[in-house]
């Protein structure tokens, strides 16, 4: 695969968890983007970041690894790691991509993830069939569906279950029941960039950038909040004229 598979591991034992870090690093096509020490963690982190795969201990205090994975989307995989192999069979019938029987060594966590990055790229081609590249979305506002235009779009605003849509020439916002995790999957990466946890914006609607705030076309000022500004300043060194 051309970019690699965004990563979480679960564990509430800290030498596991440091394991599992350990080979995610080592291994090229994948990127580690958080480590949790429980269930609960993982699913704020959920929250606000985009995550492919899930390296997921079972037996683990509150929330189980099984009764995450029926909470989590659908389109995150999901390889479990436990010492209990009684496990498996419930494993497989919330669709584990995986079972890892602890002990593993290096070579077994790597056919794991080899197993994993192959359904990505056959997903991938499955949905990669010629089409015209779409410039807007549909989405579901006061039981219609509008249709939103990319290039009207100023920015997104998450407010919890719900989505504030900014559009150009247009001084009312629209909401929708969406996240903006689901919504950063469907939108084209070099016309949108997420920027705080509550916020994507439209990178053709920047007016200014001032220290830490991006000052938007309709005026509104946006903080770059900390996990995502070497992401964006990359992106502005890359237009900026030297």
Not at 27 to 39: D, G, I, K, N, Y
Not at 128 to 136: I, N, R, T
Not at 213 to 226: H, P
Request: net charge negative; glycine share 2%.
């Amino acid at each position: 695969m051309e970019t690699k598979l965004k990563c979480l591991i679960v564990d509430d034992e800290p030498l596991a968890l440091d394991i599992l870090e350990r080979y995610v690093n080592k291994t090229p096509f994948l990127e580690l983007v958080h480590r949790c020490a429980s269930a609960v963690e993982a699913l704020e982190v959920l929250q606000s970041e985009a995550i492919q795969l899930v390296f997921l201990d079972i037996q683990m205090p509150d929330l189980t690894g099984i009764e995450f994975s029926r909470l989590i989307d659908k389109e995150i995989r999901v390889v479990f790691t436990t010492a209990f192999h009684e496990y498996a069979l419930e494993g497989y019938k919330v669709n584990a991509l995986d079972y890892l029987l602890k002990p593993f060594n290096y070579e077994e966590f790597l056919r794991a993830a080899t197993r994993a990055t192959e359904w990505f790229q056959q997903r991938s081609q499955l949905t990669a069939s010629p089409k015209l590249v779409q410039d807007f979305i549909f989405v579901k506002s006061e039981y219609r569906l509008l249709k939103i235009a990319f290039n009207q779009v100023v920015y997104f605003e998450g407010l919890k279950d719900y989505i504030k849509i900014i559009t150009k020439n247009n001084p009312k916002a629209i909401l929708t029941l969406m996240s903006l995790k689901n919504l950063e999957t469907v939108l084209p990466q070099d016309r949108f960039m997420r920027i705080h946890r509550s916020y994507i914006i439209s990178l053709s609607e920047i007016l200014s950038v001032e220290r830490n705030q991006v000052i938007m076309s309709d005026q509104t000022r946006i903080t770059v909040a900390d996990q995502y500004k070497d992401k964006f300043q990359e992106y502005i060194s890359d237009k900026s004229v030297r």
